[in-house]
């Protein structure tokens, strides 16, 4: 999506290891948010950050962190992948918190 | 508890045959109701924000109206492009930044 990239596209990583996804944006939003997409339970949001250094979290936060130390990159990290953790993830934006998002084109990762 | 729930599950329709979606929302203070798009393997796309009751939006086959406890997502005469699941979420007053969103609808339009 344009102003918004997810890396990796795809992973496959084993259980226990540390995984970490990133989140790249130049639209110089100061929302940010990293969600998870599993069949029956919609999107979940994991944690946001309403600007540098400043992140909280969502409803499903246990197990992941977060890191914001640039505008433009929003990192979300599994300390210790479970298979629990498979799923989509979607990182998303927004130039207000009451405004819509732009999502990213996701992340499906595969713990095996 | 703040709650989303979308209906039906899933929508066959027939190109051309105009239908609406629902979305029912439970929520202490409505901030914001929004609808998205989803196309298989891609992230939602912003279609509408509606912010209070009798507010009505419209993007070309799409409009959206929101009373005190749900909204619809018309679609009048559909097309097979349009074939795609319509996520709803909404914004509490009491839950900062965070959306709710519901299951979603699956939309298949056949030619």
């Known amino acids: 999506d344009a102003g918004i990239t997810q890396s990796p596209r795809h992973k496959v990583t084993e259980t226990g290891t540390p995984v970490t996804l990133r989140c790249h944006q130049t639209e110089n939003h100061r929302y940010m948010y990293w969600y998870r997409q599993d069949p029956g339970h919609g999107l979940r949001l994991i944690h946001y950050s309403y600007g540098v250094k400043d992140t909280d979290k969502g409803e499903v936060s246990d197990g992941y962190s977060v890191s914001r130390s640039k505008t433009e990159d929003f990192l979300l990290t599994l300390e210790s992948a479970t298979s629990s953790q498979t799923s989509v993830y979607f990182c998303?934006?927004?130039?207000?918190?009451?405004?819509?998002?732009?999502f990213g084109s996701g992340t499906r990762l595969t713990v095996v | 508890e703040d709650q989303v729930t979308q209906s039906p599950e899933a929508l066959r329709l027939q190109e051309g045959e105009s239908s609406s979606l629902n979305c029912s929302y439970t929520?202490?203070?409505?901030?914001?109701l929004f609808w998205y798009r989803q196309d298989p393997g891609k992230g939602p796309e912003f279609l509408f924000t509606?912010?209070?009751a009798g507010e009505e939006k419209e993007k070309e086959r799409l409009k959206a109206t929101l009373t005190k406890k749900e909204s619809f997502l018309h679609i009048t005469a559909p097309k097979p492009e349009d074939s795609a699941t319509y996520l709803c979420a909404v914004q509490s007053t009491s839950g900062t930044y965070k959306y709710i969103f519901g299951t979603g609808t699956r939309l298949k339009v056949l030619a």
């Open positions: 929520v202490s203070g409505l901030r914001g």
């Open positions: 998303a934006i927004s130039e207000k918190s009451d405004y819509g998002y732009t």
């Open positions: 509606l912010y209070s």
